[in-house]
């Protein structure tokens, strides 16, 4: 799957490739939103939920690795002896 064919979809679609070809990589939780990421192929998908009312805010698509700052904070390495 290619990037810009996934940005061309209708978000239910999107919704539906994401349940079947992504892979949920993390969660996390600020300013009120719940943020759910994945990887598609060369590609991460971010989703922001309300969790108040159950309904998804917005898809966020990119492919720099840098805009994955947010999550880094929730992963820990076991130590390497």
């Known amino acids: 799957m290619r990037l810009?064919?996934?940005k061309a979809m209708s978000i239910h679609k999107q919704c539906k490739?994401?349940?079947e070809l992504g892979v949920h990589l993390i969660d996390r939780v600020a300013g009120?939103?719940?943020f759910v990421?994945?990887?598609?192929d060369a590609f991460y998908?971010?989703?922001k939920y309300n969790s108040i009312i159950d309904?998804?805010?917005c898809i966020k698509?990119?492919?720099t690795p840098s805009l994955l700052e947010p999550y880094l904070n929730q992963i820990s390495l076991?130590?390497?002896?």
């Open 32 to 34: 009120g939103y719940k």
């Open 61 to 63: 698509t990119f492919l």
């Open 4 to 6: 810009y064919d996934f």
């Open 37 to 40: 990421l994945y990887q598609i």
């Open 45 to 47: 998908v971010e989703v």
């Open 17 to 19: 490739v994401l349940a």
């Open 78 to 81: 076991p130590d390497i002896e």
């Open 55 to 57: 309904e998804i805010i």
